[in-house]
């Protein structure tokens, strides 16, 4: 990227916080979501699991006298209509007992070391690093955390290596199996030292000098190598015109950033998401038009995408079912849409069924569905345009959004999240929900960038240490168990 605007620096308030300041090298912030289903739906092809959630959502929000629970079923009938399911969906829309697990949708972190300061970077800045070799990280061992809403997650460390933990059915973890990982194993044949990285649903990117390069799940052409073959090690993605600076990855659909700000996007498009003015899958990179040379920072949601611009400005498209464009309206877009905010975007986290943003200033606000108060604006009513978080307690210097729960790492190093907590995603110690910010015990030191999945979140601290919590079935939490913590535990990075 050829140029930093001023806002993508740290403010006065956090000035002393060692996070990565945009330079030469800079480093994405990228978020993705996904539905979680039963287990016994587990095996569903991805236009099931839209039903499965609009479902979801319709019936759960009928109870808990969401306002806007009658278009959720209206998308099922959509997504249904579209797959032959048109009269299963209608009939399960009128089934009082039918309603899904608990579904969550979590966020891709990435974090980047700064080789002046030597400290993690944060994903909220939304920098990309130059498609070069990676920077020292004076001493510092990690230089990225992406974190995934299928159950697993991947850390960049300084010497351009990846490791990756968790779920693996799809070969995501890169280590050329389908096993599981409850501690990280390295990705396997990269090709070179990797600057960047991107975690989708079960596939997962790098930035290997100047390419994307990407392996796991292969449905829609996420992987963006004209195939539809799953690889359990990676892949260089053809056709992208320029140097890649970053990548990030959705639940079947996958995104760069070239150099100059051009953005270009693959995989499942039937809401749109890949942003070429279509709704037909690309199993190749296709160039966003609109947002041509002005991009700087992405986030891609199961269905849906956000850009930032150079000028702070958030623009998204795609799936818009439960407000998650904050335009105001329900309406899906295949193309980029302005969001109207008060000051520029720092960063963003996008997710299936809400949204947040940091703004310059640090404050953050939300929009989308808020059935466990997910938004932080002590209530659950869902909302379809942005409103502000109430009592999160200094400036926002790094933000993630889980299935139902959102967190912040602040200026002082400390780490709030709010919303839903059954699975103790919210790192209180507790399974309690909160409608407003409350803080992580135990955290171990001072964050510097967090991340989330559907039903758990990690926090990169200032030492290089990742710390996670919450659900732990496929041992995303990369402490050698897979038993769910209410409170911080050590991911097992090798020294």
């Known amino acids: 990227m050829s140029a930093v605007p001023k806002e993508l620096h740290v ?7 060692p996070i990565c300041r945009p330079s030469a090298t800079r480093a994405p912030s990228v978020t993705v979501m996904r539905l979680q289903v039963t287990e016994g739906m587990r095996g569903m092809a991805s236009p099931e699991r839209a039903v499965w959630k609009a479902l979801e959502g319709f019936l759960w929000g009928a109870r808990r006298d969401d306002p806007t629970p009658w278009y959720r079923c209206r998308m099922a009938l959509h997504a249904g209509h579209r797959h032959g399911l048109a009269l299963t969906t209608a009939l399960l829309c009128a089934a009082l007992g039918c309603v899904t697990d608990e579904w969550h949708v979590p ?7 700064d080789a002046d300061e030597g400290a993690v970077g944060d994903a909220s800045d939304a920098a990309a690093p130059d498609a070069g070799e990676p920077a020292s990280c004076a001493g510092q061992p990690l230089r990225a955390l992406a974190v995934s809403h299928g159950h697993y997650a991947c850390a960049l460390r300084c010497d351009g290596s990846v490791w990756c933990w968790g779920a693996n059915e799809h070969g995501q973890l890169g280590d050329g199996t389908t096993v599981a990982r409850s501690t990280p194993v390295q990705v396997r044949g990269l090709g070179g030292p990797a600057t960047a990285i991107g975690a989708g649903y079960q596939h997962a990117c790098a ?10 799940q292969n449905l829609y052409g996420e992987l963006g190598d004209g195939t539809h073959e799953q690889r359990v090690e990676p892949a260089t993605v053809p056709g992208i015109d320029g140097a890649v600076v970053a990548v990030a990855g959705g639940e079947h659909h996958t995104c760069a950033i070239v150099e100059g700000g051009a953005m270009r996007c693959w995989g499942f ?19 966003v038009a609109a947002l041509r040379g002005s991009v700087d920072a992405m986030a891609l949601g199961q269905f849906s995408t956000c850009a930032r611009t150079l000028e702070g400005e958030l623009r998204c498209w795609g799936l818009n079912a439960f407000g998650d464009l904050g335009d105001g309206t329900i309406s899906n877009r295949n193309t980029p849409l302005s969001l109207v905010l008060s000051e520029p975007v720092r960063a963003v986290a996008l997710l299936a069924n809400h949204v947040c943003a940091t703004l310059e200033s640090g404050a953050v606000w939300c929009w989308g569905y808020n059935i466990d108060g997910a ?30 729960h959102s967190c912040a790492a602040t200026g002082d190093g400390a780490v709030r999240c709010w919303g839903g907590n059954e699975r103790g995603q919210l790192g209180d110690g507790s399974t309690t929900r909160r409608l407003s910010p409350m803080q992580v015990v135990d955290l171990g030191g001072p964050a510097a960038v967090v991340g989330a999945s559907e ?37 097992r990075l090798p020294p």
């Open 11 to 17: 403010s006065a308030p956090v000035h002393d916080l």
């Open 207 to 216: 930035v290997v000098r100047g390419e994307a390069r990407c392996w796991g």
């Open 269 to 287: 498009n039937m809401f749109g998401g890949v942003g070429d003015g279509t709704n037909v899958d690309r199993p190749m990179p296709h160039v």
């Open 107 to 113: 966020a891709d972190a990435c974090a980047r070391c």
């Open 375 to 404: 938004l932080g604006d002590r209530s659950t009513v869902t909302r379809l345009r942005p409103v502000a978080v109430h009592g999160l307690e200094g400036s926002a210097v790094s933000l993630t959004v889980g299935g139902r």
């Open 455 to 491: 039903a758990s979140t990690c926090a990169a601290l200032r030492d290089g240490l990742v710390r996670c919590w919450g659900a732990n079935e496929s041992g995303q939490l990369g402490n050698g168990s897979t038993v769910d913590a209410v409170t911080p535990v050590t991911v």
